[in-house]
Structure formats: C-alpha cells, structure tokens
C-alpha cells in the first residue's frame, strides 16, 4: 500500500512532463543505437543493455524524486563534497585506460561493467556549487573571498580529474558548469569580463608565439583544436573522425537515407564511422534521417533543458533553482559541445548525447539528476509566497 501511495504522490506532484520527455528522448537514442551496431555482432547486445540502463534510471527518477536534496545539503553539505571527490580518486587504484589513453572508466574488483567517476561526480559538484552560491548570498556572491571558494571547489574537481584521468573533454564540462552556475548565481559581470578576457588573451598568445615553438604543437590534442581550425590538416589521421562525420550527415540531406540505410552507419568497415553509437551518434541520425530527424531530436533535448529552466523559475528557494539550472547548463553544455563536434566545428573530446548515446554511467546520472530537478517540481514555492527575495 505504501508503495501504491508513493507512485500516486509521485504523479500528482513529481514531475512525469520531464520523466516523459526524458523517455522519449531514450526511445530515440535505442532506435539510433539498435541501427549503429548492427554491423557488429558484438555490439548489438548493448541495444539491450541500453534499455536495461534506462529502466534502472526510471526507477532512480521516481525514488530521486521523493529526496529533498536542498534538506540534505543543508546539514551534510560536506558529505556530498567527499563523495563526489571520492569517486574521482577511485581512478587512482582501479582506473583502465582506453584507446586514447585516458583513465576515464573505473571497474571495481567483483563487479561486471565499468562507470565514468566523472559523470557521477558531476552532480556532487553541480549541488554543492549551488549550495556554496546560496551561503555567499548573505555577504555578496561577487566578493573576492566567495569568487575564490567557487574556483577552489571547481579547480578541485577539474584537477583531480585531469591529473588522474586526463580526461580533458569532462573537465571542459566541469568548467563551461562553474561559468553558467556563476552566472545564474548573480556573480558581477566584470568578473566575466576580467578573467575570461584574460584567459582568451593567454590561450591567444601560447596558440600563436608559444606552442608551435614546442613538441607540444603536434601533440594529438592539440592537434584535435587545430584540425577544427583547418580541415585540411590531418584527414587522414586525427581529422577523420569528423570528416567522416560530417560526409554522414551531409548525405542524409533533409530527409536521410532511411532508418538502417545508412551507408557509413551499416558499413562493416569501422573505421567509415568510429564511435557511431557512442560520440558519434548524431551523425548516424543525420545519415539515416536527414535534417529533418536532426531538428526533431535537438528539439526533443531543447524541451528537456527548457523544463529544468522552468522548474528552477519555480523552486522554492535560490538552492534549490541553482540546481536545477546547474542541470540544464549541463545537458546545454554537453549537447552543444557533441553536436558541434559532429559538425566538426568544436573538437573531438569524447562527451556522449544526452540522453541519445549508448552508455550506462551517461544514462543512470542523467536520470537521477532529472529525479532531482522532479524533487524540486514536488516542493515548490508557496502559492501565499510570490517573491523568492523574501526568502
């Protein structure tokens, strides 16, 4: 009977127009996903795998949803800091490193399938962010004091991150975060001016006097910033990727070739298209369902994001919308940062789609994260209170 009265609660309050938006932009990612392994029968188990990850984030969304994090946040505030750097520090001992050389994936003695301690640790620090913005508020958010907490707890993060898995593509991620949180936190604008400025003017000078003076300017990660900046470069080598890519989307054209006709997303020939049903997913929908398809699905995640906004307009108290404005910014950022790799305009640095891309530790952290953005739709700001100043 309890849980009968809970799933009742949970869809009179929760928020099921997200949890339904979330799921058809799941569905969509199983159909693109069952096309991009088909022509390899080791992959085509993960269409299964896939749908087992997304029943498990359902159930993560609803259970998620009945926790009232800012409560939680208030009194253990530091527990969710620990956690979240714990995780990150689990690389050191059980990290494996990929084809790129990066330790991003972690596999724990006993248990089957790997995670990405990064993806997880994500909503550690997207909370305590918030929770740091709405404990500066009393003094002033913009003060030099608060500015320097807020890159600590970033640069935290970040570092750990980069040093122990040189994933380069997440700490991009955790860094895009802390600007838009810092943003929607009411952080001077100066500050943004100041030291981005200065940031553009550094990187300028190291990218123009400095790096090709060095080895460092033909290292491969370089060289994936440069091939966005000239196409020509390296096609055949680190430009292939999105060369590739963009030949799949291209001759999609509006109204694609047709679901599982694609030429490069069905080619035996893995190379043709790497990673298709991982980083490069978008184009598998630009190649078998055209622009059109391509609109449809970046109008779908749109519509996700837009909720968490409206949500987070709605949120009883600044902690409360700082999260779910810290997850909008999130999938924005991530949605942004892979298309336009797919387009070949940003580079490539190994983000999924949200929500689109196979991928468990994507998958279950995209759900919970929505399951606390639905908890903030159940608590919201009373109807008596219509200025959240007052609070």
Known sequence: MRLVRSLKDFFQKGDVVLLGLCLLASAAGLVLIYSATRYDEALQSNFLKQAMFIAMGVVAYVAVTFIDVEFL??????????????????????????????????????IPFGFQPGEIAKLAFIVVLAWLLNHERANGVSRLSAIVKYLLLTCTYAGLLAVLSGDFGMVLVYLFLFVIMAWVGGVNKWWFIGVGGGVIAVVVFLWRFILPRTGLWTDYRILRFRVVLDHSLDPLGVGWHQSHSLLAIGSGQLTGMGYLNGKQTQSAFTQNLPARHTDFIFAVCGEEFGLIGCCALLALLLAIILRCVWVSRRAKSHMSAYIAMGFAGMLMVQTVLNVGMCLYVTPVIGLTLPFISYGGSSTLTLFVAMGIVSGIKMRPLPSWLKDRSQL
Do not use: C, H, M, R
Not at 86 to 106: C, H, M, R, Y
């Open 73 to 110: 946040l208030e009194k253990w505030w530091k527990v969710f800091l620990l956690l979240g750097l714990l995780v990150i520090l689990l690389i050191q001992p059980f990290g494996e490193a990929g084809d790129t050389g990066n330790k991003s994936w972690v596999y724990l003695p006993g």
